[in-house]
Structures are given as C-alpha cells and as structure tokens.
C-alpha cells in the first residue's frame, strides 16, 4: 500500500518480556516519527528520525525504550523489560524531505497489551 | 511549557446540524503552529489543516472552517451540515518553531458522533 504500514497491529506481552514494533514509512518520506497514545489521551511525541539519526529522541520515557532506523527507510521501536503501563498504541508516522510542515502521515498504529 | 485544552471530551449531533469543536492552547513562543487532525475508528490521524501564529485569516475547506483567534489563544473547528462520516475523535495540536514542526504537542482530542 501506499501508506505508513505498522505491525504487528496488536501485541499482547507479559510483563518483563521484550517487544519490538516496526514501521515501514511512505516510499521517499526522510523524516519518520514515533508517539504514543494511551487510552482517552492525545498522541505523545517519543522519538523522531531524519534519515538513519535520531535527531530527537527527547520524548522516550527511559531507557528501556529504543529506537532504530538503520537504512533510513523501516523503523522498530523496541522496548525492554515491558511494565503494566507501557500498554498503549504506537503510533508512527512519516513525512516527505524539505521543511517540517507538521503534515504528518500516521499509520493506523501498533496496540500493546502487557498483562 | 506548551498545553493544548479541548474541553469537549464527546459531541454528539444529528445529521445536518452544525458543531463548533474548541480548542485553547498555551504557549510561551511568539512563532508557533496550530493543526487539527481527525482519528477516524480505523486508528490513523489525518491532518486537516496547520495554521501558523502570523496568520489570523480564518480559513474555510468546503463544510470545514477554522476561526484562530490569537487574543483568546483559541483555535475552533466548525463542521458545518454534519455528516455521519463525520463521526470521528479530533485532536487539535500545537508546535514551536524551536521545536520544529515534527513535535506535536497535542490535546486529548474530542470524539464526535453524528447520529443519522
């Protein structure tokens, strides 16, 4: 398809194990992004990539949250030693080269459960 | 610190009726971003329209018009003649130029039912 593709696009863990989210962005969009929304709240910024870099990893809560995109293109959010409250959608999102607009194109996100 | 208010948690119309979404926002910044983003039930966010803080026209998109008003922090998103596709969770969502455009800080959005 055309747009950003997200999976798995659900992920049911138990509590300590390790989970890994991929997204493969719109063919051609340099710039990807990672937030995450939990139930009844709007999208939080985690990590955001310009090319193969994070250029800002501000928004990951700590450090059992990670992020790569090693060609540029797929991205996977992994997240280690998964706790209760990590249960959210991920969601992530790319956007073509040039300046930053704020039009970003989502996918229909990754829903973890951690039980 | 940068805050987005939408104090409407859920709407619901009747088709063809007219609804006014608010949003008030917080920043500290001089130079700074405003979007909507409609979340259909599918799950991905899709922009509706960014607007920035020297630019106070309101704008208007067929049923869509947006009325930004610097004086009361305040950027509203009116539907007009609603319709059930219409049935979606609105965020409405802020940046700074400092932050670049990619870091959204975002409202926790209104869910709005259009009942037939």
């Known amino acids: 398809g055309a747009g950003v593709s997200q999976t798995p696009s659900n992920k049911v863990t138990e509590k300590g194990k390790y989970v890994e989210l991929r997204c493969d962005p719109i063919?051609?969009?340099?710039?990807l992004y990672w937030y995450r929304q939990s139930l009844g709240q709007g999208p939080e910024f985690l990590i955001y990539?310009?090319?193969?870099?994070?250029?800002?990893d501000s928004g990951l809560p700590n450090d059992r949250f990670f992020a790569v995109r090693p060609e540029g293109s797929v991205s996977t959010l992994k997240i280690q030693r998964t706790e209760r409250g990590d249960s959210a959608v991920y969601l992530c999102a790319s956007s073509p080269p040039g300046y930053h607009t704020g039009e970003l194109f989502f996918g229909e996100g990754s829903r973890l459960t951690v039980l | 610190a940068q805050k987005v208010t939408q104090a409407q948690t859920e709407i619901s119309v009747v088709e063809k009726e007219d609804v006014t979404l608010d949003c008030v926002y917080e920043?500290?910044?001089?130079?700074?971003?405003l979007f909507w983003y409609k979340q259909p039930p599918s799950g991905e966010l899709v922009f509706l329209i960014r607007r920035n803080s020297f630019d106070e026209q309101n704008e208007i998109s067929g049923r869509y018009s947006w009325n930004f008003q610097k004086s009361t922090s305040s950027f509203n998103f009116t539907i007009t003649a609603s319709q059930v596709v219409d049935s979606a969770v609105y965020f409405c969502?802020?940046?700074?130029?400092?932050?670049?455009?990619?870091?959204?800080?975002f409202g926790k959005g209104t869910k709005l039912s259009v009942i037939p």
């Open positions: 969502a802020l940046s700074t130029s400092g932050a670049g455009s990619y870091q959204l800080t």
């Open positions: 990539f310009q090319g193969t870099g994070a250029a800002d």
């Open positions: 920043t500290r910044d001089t130079t700074y971003y």
């Open positions: 063919s051609g969009h340099t710039a």
